[in-house]
């Protein structure tokens, strides 16, 4: 969109939102499972944000180990936005994709990877065509781990990245706050549209 903020806005300048949440189908349409909690007690929980949620959410509902997905919005101010407001700029939302996994079955390194290799995390406040705050580079942790291992494998993309010829790295790290479930035609977009957008590329620079 022609003119849409390129900065994330301040509380005070956020559009207000809504008390109601979101109404959506809460089984996972790929395998059944629910979105919402409550979740087994083993699953860890990230929230991740690389472009456009769509392409995002069917790199992982993929992955073994993976419990459930859903995409939705965070990092920003509105409450229970809606995605014509996130598309704004006046929410401070991210696009995202809330990930449920067994860490006794997939490692949190492994979800790394995926994360790193899918997107172009030097774009700033764009992936691609993609333009707007909703489409920065995010991790979302929920856990000293995760923070430390989110941290630990920036800097070392950072380098593979450095070796390439390519830019620094904008992700945000920040840890997680109220994720707000998008509406029901963007959850498992992919799976329901298969010939649907996707303007996802990675740089092509493996992260070890």
């Not at 189908?25 to 499972?33: K, L, N, P, W």
């Not at 704004?88 to 696009?95: P, Y």
């Not at 006794?104 to 899918?118: D, P, R």
């Not at 580079?137 to 430390?148: A, F, V």
């Amino acid at each position: 969109m022609f003119g849409k903020p390129m900065i994330i806005p301040d509380a005070n300048q956020a559009l207000p939102g809504r008390a109601e949440k979101m109404l959506f189908d809460s089984v996972h349409r790929v395998h059944g499972r629910s979105m919402v909690e409550p979740f087994p007690p083993q699953m860890e929980r990230v929230i991740l944000g690389f472009g456009c949620f769509w392409g995002a959410e069917r790199k992982f509902w993929e992955i073994e180990g993976v419990y459930t997905t859903a995409v939705g919005y965070t990092a920003g101010h509105t409450q229970n936005p809606t995605y014509q407001e996130v598309c704004t700029g006046m929410t401070g939302h991210n696009e995202v994709v809330l990930v449920l996994y067994d860490p006794a079955l997939v490692s949190f390194q492994s979800l790394l990877k995926v994360f790193w290799e899918s997107h172009d995390p030097t774009q700033g406040m764009q992936q691609g065509n993609d333009r707007g705050t909703q489409y920065r580079s995010g991790i979302y942790y929920t856990t000293d781990e995760q923070l430390e291992q989110a941290q630990s494998s920036l800097a070392i993309y950072q380098v593979r990245l450095n070796e390439a010829g390519r830019s620094t790295i904008t992700t945000e790290i920040k840890t997680a706050r109220e994720f707000y479930y998008a509406e029901e035609y963007h959850q498992q977009y992919l799976e329901k549209n298969p010939s649907g957008y996707c303007g996802l590329a990675g740089t092509g620079v493996s992260c070890s």
